[in-house]
């Protein structure tokens, strides 16, 4: 009996180390607000493990000891056993949780003087992200400098969705005639993931994005690269890419900036060649996952907007392929 | 073991003849009998159990790996939708109503519920709306919106089919039931108390379905509007919840969780309530700090509406309000430690016996704890702004709403069943169904917690590779698969006990209340004499029992005459003195055919047949008039 319960022990501890090892994990903190949280995390997780050693310990000396060799009458007086177990313990350490959770809150989401803000768009299922200050527009993907304070300005014109990047900061829902702000500091240069936390419909599933801290120095190459309207297309055949997109569906539905497409619909392509993925985490962003996309995505994501467009030739899809990967 | 409450064989005889139900199809359609209405809802509500427990299964075959085609995303919603509504709505809440109705007449020393006509209504109530909604499955158009159906999702023109509509219209048809089943308590635990019985002496499950009843009647409302403005602005075009016609988003999350939190503790008091009958039987040793565990069932009732908008931390509430609202969920633990001392000591005093139920109730300390402590961990602020929505909240609420439920569910079975049915289960079928229940459990729901903390979010279809989660939903798979053989096994274990399992006495556990005083099962009006209560724990106290006796009781109600004139005494509300009498119906068809009339409102509401809705109101309305009408020449 005792080594199983060993086995068990070592087992969730390995559990454990993986949990707070892993990549995205919320206790592998890389932002000020989850830094604070991973902080009152592991408080909790050491008043809990008291916890729990000491009650199912108490159980099970409560259930083994009438069979105990010479068991004799417990003289256990029931009144102090149930104020001091079930009051005055789970008040104090009530009280400290108290404390820390009202110190916590208190110092996060607080507006900052030299914040940098960005809107964020809840949409059916992707996020449009646009840079108020300097007017840049892009979407599933926020450049976020590290060290300066950031204003995420969150709404939705449709349903619910909730903003979440489990190692910057906690969830920060996103209403419908709400607005909502979620403050907090990226302190790592690092891509981390981000996705929807509130169920928002059919492809809720896939509603991901990026979030690219930057040293302020590298961030201010972003914004100032992305100031500047894409250049011509660098390919014969990205030009007829370029063309097959003005004259078809796509540019009423998506914009590219510096052309002549600005549908509001879909996704701001400006930069899309240089985004990690295809339809809000659907997809990797590579050229075959792209012709497979304008192909057919409602065959990938089912329930997207984005119609497929089976009728157009191979080699158009190619071409418009070639046209969107070379916007970087 | 002799039988106190029994009287001799030819009296037997009469009483039976005057209390059976008709054989065959009426008497099924018409029976009050609140054993019979009690089983029925508790076999009907396993139903639903299975059937969600079911679903649950082939959505985790679905998430075992990433990126599968198991189930399409539509399907995954309406599964994961069903799987919850079911859950709280057609399980959770009705087997609890179930196990209520069938035994506190018994443990309180009673001959029916105060409304035995009411609770036939309740029950078919309750069915007809689990039809309603499962038929959504039928036509292919299952509720696809969560259980908790948030807005704008869930309203036009997100939801544009009839799929929300099951969903809405059978939340507010059950409510009926439930809101119904919730009097019929109160009323009965009130004024049907055997003589003696003062609420200083009630058996704290009686306190917990007291409880359970007044949460019901203050919370229900609340989500039956939430649902009812819902289904106005689908059906008619209103604005509560559109903002373009001014309404309001949150507004439906609030009225949503003033019910949905309450509801939580509502699924968990009678748990609860169960497990302080359970504990102190096998402990051979009566409750420690009786009074401590009735007065923190009550305080639950009033501290858990004060916490709903724990649900909403990331809402954009003002940080003041959440502050508020963190405090009182931390402060609602505190009368769960104290019951859990209570347990504790009750064992610790005892010599603990380690029947199947027993190990149940030993379970169930062992899984609460842990969804107590992440209970906690939650109403941390901050921290639940990182865990809500994701895994780590799937396995805290599955720790408290199936571990902390469904472990004192099973453990009631094994130990009132042989009460209910006059069979015994097989205890070593038993201890193996127990035990693969409860490593299944906790491997499947475990891990679930640091799902959580890898960043995965609850109520997706799918997820990629590479995040770090395909291992741990493999083994949460498994595990649940593990789980589920293990309940299956009690459901073979009360399926071989009706033909092979041994006679069960009156009394196989040496139990201290009043249920143990007739026979397994009890006959149709429970006891013949009315026991007379003088302890709070009457079969261990009372050598022999005391019962009323014809000569120096008040109310011949009391004594088997009353019987014969099918009548129960009713008794003052606090100390439980005898003062009137009170008839009990004979069997009608009545509450059948008003269930059915407002059935015919909820269809055609959902049908948009205003003929179907108005016929519907008329038959219920008559049928309401009728049973009204003839219940003076009832009580003669």
Same mark, same amino acid.
């Given at each position: 009996m005792?080594r199983?319960?060993?086995?068990?022990?070592?087992?969730v501890?390995?559990?454990?180390?993986?949990?707070c090892?892993?990549?995205?994990?919320?206790?592998n903190?890389?932002?000020s607000?989850?830094k604070?949280i991973?902080?009152?995390w592991?408080?909790?997780?050491?008043?809990?493990?008291f916890v729990?050693?000491v009650?199912?310990?108490?159980?099970?000396?409560?259930?083994?000891?009438?069979?105990r060799?010479?068991?004799?009458?417990?003289?256990l007086?029931?009144?102090?056993?149930i104020w001091?177990g079930?009051?005055?313990?789970p008040?104090l350490i009530?009280?400290?949780?108290?404390?820390l959770?009202?110190?916590t809150?208190?110092?996060?989401?607080?507006?900052s003087?030299?914040?940098?803000?960005?809107?964020?768009?809840?949409?059916?299922?992707?996020?449009?992200?646009?840079y108020p200050?300097?007017?840049i527009?892009?979407?599933n993907?926020l450049?976020?400098? !590290?060290?300066?304070?950031?204003?995420?300005?969150?709404t939705?014109d449709?349903v619910?969705?909730?903003?979440?990047?489990?190692?910057?900061a906690?969830?920060e829902d996103?209403?419908p005639?709400?607005?909502?702000?979620?403050r907090?500091?990226?302190?790592t240069v690092?891509?981390?993931?981000g996705?929807?936390?509130e169920?928002?419909?059919?492809?809720?599933?896939?509603?991901?994005f990026?979030?690219?801290v930057?040293?302020?120095?590298?961030?201010?190459r972003?914004? !100032?690269?992305r100031?500047?309207?894409?250049?011509e297309p660098?390919s014969d055949?990205a030009?007829?890419?370029?063309?097959i997109?003005d004259?078809?569906?796509?540019?009423?539905c998506?914009?590219i900036?510096?052309?002549s497409?600005?549908?509001?619909?879909?996704?701001?392509?400006?930069d899309f060649?240089?985004?990690?993925t295809i339809g809000?985490g659907?997809l990797?962003?590579?050229?075959q996952n792209l012709?497979?996309?304008?192909?057919?995505?409602?065959?990938?994501?089912?329930?997207t907007a984005?119609?497929s467009?089976?009728?157009?030739?191979?080699?158009?899809?190619?071409?418009?392929?070639a046209?969107?990967?070379?916007?970087k | 073991?002799?039988?106190?409450?029994?009287v001799?064989?030819?009296l037997?005889?009469?009483?039976e003849?005057k209390?059976?139900d008709e054989?065959?199809?009426?008497?099924f359609?018409?029976t009050?009998?609140?054993k019979r209405?009690?089983?029925?809802y508790?076999?009907?509500?396993?139903?639903?159990?299975f059937?969600?427990?079911?679903?649950?299964?082939?959505m985790?075959v679905?998430?075992a790996?990433p990126?599968?085609h198991?189930?399409?995303?539509q399907?995954?919603n309406?599964f994961f939708?069903?799987?919850?509504t079911t859950?709280?709505?057609?399980f959770?809440?009705p087997?609890?109503?179930?196990?209520?109705?069938?035994?506190?007449p018994l443990?309180i020393g009673s001959?029916?519920?105060?409304f035995p006509?009411?609770?036939?209504?309740?029950?078919?109530?309750?069915?007809?709306?689990g039809?309603?909604?499962?038929?959504?499955f039928?036509?292919?158009?299952?509720?696809?919106g969560g259980?908790?159906?948030?807005?704008?999702?869930?309203?036009?023109?997100?939801?544009?089919?009839?799929?929300?509509?099951?969903?809405?219209?059978?939340?507010?048809f059950?409510?009926?039931?439930?809101?119904?089943?919730?009097?019929?308590f109160?009323?009965?635990?009130?004024?049907?108390?055997?003589?003696?019985m003062?609420?200083?002496?009630m058996p704290?499950?009686?306190w917990?379905?007291l409880v359970f009843?007044?949460?019901?009647i203050?919370?229900?409302?609340?989500?039956?509007?939430?649902a009812?403005?819902?289904?106005?602005?689908?059906?008619?075009?209103t604005s509560?919840?559109?903002?373009?016609?001014?309404?309001?988003?949150l507004l439906y999350?609030?009225?949503f969780w003033?019910?949905?939190h309450p509801?939580?503790y509502?699924?968990f008091i009678p748990?609860?309530?169960?497990?302080?009958?359970?504990?102190?039987?096998?402990?051979?040793h009566?409750l420690?700090?009786?009074?401590?565990v009735?007065t923190?069932?009550v305080?639950?009732?009033?501290?858990?509406f004060?916490?709903?908008?724990?649900?909403?931390?990331?809402?954009?509430v003002?940080?003041l309000?959440?502050?508020?609202?963190?405090a009182?969920?931390l402060?609602?633990?505190?009368?769960s430690?104290?019951?859990?001392f209570a347990?504790?000591?009750?064992?610790w005093?005892?010599v603990?016996q380690f029947?199947?139920?027993?190990l149940?109730?030993i379970g169930?300390l062992l899984?609460f704890?842990?969804?107590g402590?992440?209970?906690?961990?939650?109403?941390?602020?901050?921290f639940?702004?990182?865990v809500?929505?994701?895994?780590f909240?799937v396995?805290?609420?599955h720790?408290?709403?199936n571990?902390?439920?469904?472990?004192?569910?099973?453990?009631?079975i094994?130990y009132?069943?042989?009460?209910?049915?006059?069979?015994?289960?097989?205890?070593?079928?038993g201890?193996i169904?127990?035990?693969?229940?409860?490593?299944?459990f906790?491997?499947?729901?475990?891990?679930?917690?640091?799902l959580?903390?890898?960043?995965?979010?609850?109520r997706v279809?799918t997820?990629?590779?590479?995040?770090g989660?395909?291992?741990?939903n493999?083994?949460?798979?498994?595990?649940s698969?593990?789980?589920?053989?293990?309940?299956?096994?009690?459901?073979?274990?009360?399926?071989w006990?009706?033909?092979?399992g041994?006679?069960?006495?009156?009394?196989?556990?040496r139990a201290?209340?009043l249920?143990w005083?007739?026979t397994?099962?009890?006959p149709?009006?429970?006891?013949?004499k009315i026991?007379?209560?003088?302890?709070r724990?009457?079969?261990?106290?009372?050598?022999?029992?005391?019962?009323?006796?014809p000569?120096p009781e008040?109310?011949s109600?009391?004594?088997?005459?009353?019987?014969?004139?099918?009548t129960?005494?009713?008794t003052e509300?606090?100390?439980?003195?005898?003062q009137?009498?009170?008839?009990i119906p004979?069997?009608?068809y009545?509450?059948?055919?008003?269930a059915?009339?407002?059935?015919?409102?909820f269809?055609?509401?959902?049908?948009?047949?205003?003929?179907?809705g108005?016929?519907?109101?008329g038959?219920g309305?008559?049928?309401?008039?009728?049973w009204l009408?003839?219940?003076?020449e009832?009580?003669?």
């Amino acid at each position: 009996m005792r080594r199983v319960r060993i086995l068990v022990f070592v087992g969730v501890c390995a559990l454990l180390v993986t949990g707070c090892g892993a990549a995205n994990s919320i206790v592998n903190p890389k932002g000020s607000e989850a830094k604070s949280i991973a902080g009152i995390w592991w408080v909790a997780f050491g008043l809990a493990t008291f916890v729990y050693v000491v009650v199912s310990g108490l159980i099970i000396y409560a259930i083994t000891r009438g069979h105990r060799k010479g068991a004799r009458t417990s003289g256990l007086r029931e009144n102090s056993f149930i104020w001091v177990g079930g009051v005055i313990v789970p008040v104090l350490i009530l009280a400290v949780i108290a404390v820390l959770t009202v110190q916590t809150t208190a110092s996060l989401r607080a507006a900052s003087p030299d914040e940098l803000h960005i809107d964020v768009t809840g949409k059916l299922w992707w996020w449009g992200v646009r840079y108020p200050a300097s007017g840049i527009v892009t979407a599933n993907e926020l450049h976020l400098p !590290a060290g300066q304070p950031v204003d995420i300005h969150l709404t939705s014109d449709n349903v619910v969705h909730s903003f979440w990047v489990p190692q910057l900061a906690g969830k920060e829902d996103v209403i419908p005639g709400q607005p909502n702000d979620l403050r907090f500091t990226a302190k790592t240069v690092g891509t981390y993931i981000g996705e929807c936390a509130e169920f928002c419909g059919l492809q809720h599933a896939h509603m991901g994005f990026r979030v690219v801290v930057q040293t302020p120095a590298d961030f201010g190459r972003w914004v !100032a690269r992305r100031q500047i309207a894409p250049s011509e297309p660098v390919s014969d055949e990205a030009a007829k890419g370029a063309t097959i997109f003005d004259a078809q569906a796509c540019a009423g539905c998506h914009t590219i900036r510096g052309t002549s497409a600005n549908g509001k619909v879909g996704p701001d392509l400006t930069d899309f060649g240089s985004r990690p993925t295809i339809g809000a985490g659907a997809l990797e962003n590579n050229q075959q996952n792209l012709e497979k996309w304008i192909r057919d995505a409602p065959a990938i994501k089912p329930g997207t907007a984005m119609p497929s467009f089976r009728s157009l030739s191979e080699g158009d899809i190619a071409a418009i392929t070639a046209y969107l990967e070379s916007l970087k | 073991m002799a039988i106190h409450t029994k009287v001799n064989e030819q009296l037997e005889h009469e009483l039976e003849e005057k209390w059976t139900d008709e054989p065959g199809i009426p008497g099924f359609f018409n029976t009050v009998d609140h054993k019979r209405i009690g089983i029925r809802y508790i076999y009907t509500a396993f139903i639903f159990f299975f059937a969600a427990g079911a679903i649950a299964l082939v959505m985790r075959v679905q998430l075992a790996q990433p990126n599968s085609h198991v189930l399409s995303p539509q399907t995954y919603n309406e599964f994961f939708t069903m799987h919850g509504t079911t859950m709280i709505f057609l399980f959770n809440t009705p087997v609890l109503a179930g196990f209520g109705n069938y035994l506190i007449p018994l443990m309180i020393g009673s001959r029916d519920m105060a409304f035995p006509r009411l609770n036939a209504f309740s029950y078919w109530v309750f069915v007809l709306s689990g039809i309603l909604l499962y038929s959504s499955f039928v036509i292919g158009h299952a509720p696809d919106g969560g259980w908790f159906a948030y807005v704008p999702l869930t309203n036009t023109p997100y939801s544009s089919g009839i799929n929300i509509d099951f969903w809405g219209i059978a939340v507010v048809f059950v409510g009926i039931s439930t809101t119904v089943g919730a009097i019929n308590f109160i009323v009965t635990i009130f004024k049907l108390r055997a003589p003696g019985m003062t609420l200083n002496r009630m058996p704290i499950y009686v306190w917990s379905m007291l409880v359970f009843s007044l949460m019901a009647i203050f919370a229900v409302p609340a989500v039956t509007v939430a649902a009812s403005l819902l289904e106005l602005d689908r059906l008619f075009g209103t604005s509560f919840y559109h903002v373009a016609g001014g309404g309001s988003v949150l507004l439906y999350q609030h009225l949503f969780w003033f019910w949905g939190h309450p509801e939580v503790y509502i699924l968990f008091i009678p748990a609860t309530g169960m497990i302080s009958m359970i504990i102190p039987v096998f402990s051979r040793h009566r409750l420690a700090g009786y009074i401590w565990v009735a007065t923190a069932l009550v305080a639950v009732a009033f501290i858990s509406f004060g916490v709903w908008v724990h649900h909403m931390f990331a809402t954009g509430v003002p940080a003041l309000a959440l502050s508020f609202f963190s405090a009182v969920s931390l402060i609602i633990t505190i009368p769960s430690g104290v019951q859990f001392f209570a347990w504790i000591g009750t064992m610790w005093k005892g010599v603990v016996q380690f029947r199947t139920a027993m190990l149940f109730a030993i379970g169930f300390l062992l899984i609460f704890l842990l969804g107590g402590i992440t209970g906690v961990m939650v109403a941390i602020l901050p921290f639940d702004w990182q865990v809500t929505d994701s895994y780590f909240v799937v396995a805290h609420f599955h720790y408290v709403l199936n571990g902390a439920v469904v472990f004192p569910l099973f453990g009631a079975i094994y130990y009132w069943l042989p009460k209910m049915t006059g069979k015994m289960l097989s205890e070593r079928l038993g201890k193996i169904s127990f035990w693969t229940m409860f490593v299944g459990f906790n491997v499947a729901f475990f891990p679930m917690h640091i799902l959580g903390f890898l960043g995965m979010p609850r109520r997706v279809y799918t997820y990629d590779a590479g995040l770090g989660w395909d291992g741990l939903n493999l083994v949460v798979t498994i595990a649940s698969f593990v789980f589920g053989l293990g309940a299956l096994l009690t459901l073979f274990n009360f399926l071989w006990s009706q033909r092979h399992g041994e006679s069960a006495p009156p009394d196989p556990w040496r139990a201290d209340t009043l249920e143990w005083a007739t026979t397994s099962p009890p006959p149709e009006y429970n006891f013949a004499k009315i026991p007379v209560v003088t302890s709070r724990d009457p079969l261990w106290d009372e050598q022999p029992l005391r019962v009323a006796e014809p000569g120096p009781e008040p109310l011949s109600a009391l004594t088997a005459t009353g019987a014969l004139e099918k009548t129960m005494p009713v008794t003052e509300g606090m100390d439980a003195k005898p003062q009137a009498t009170l008839g009990i119906p004979e069997p009608s068809y009545l509450p059948f055919v008003a269930a059915l009339g407002v059935g015919g409102l909820f269809v055609g509401l959902l049908v948009k047949a205003a003929l179907i809705g108005v016929i519907g109101v008329g038959v219920g309305a008559l049928a309401v008039v009728w049973w009204l009408w003839r219940t003076d020449e009832d009580l003669r």
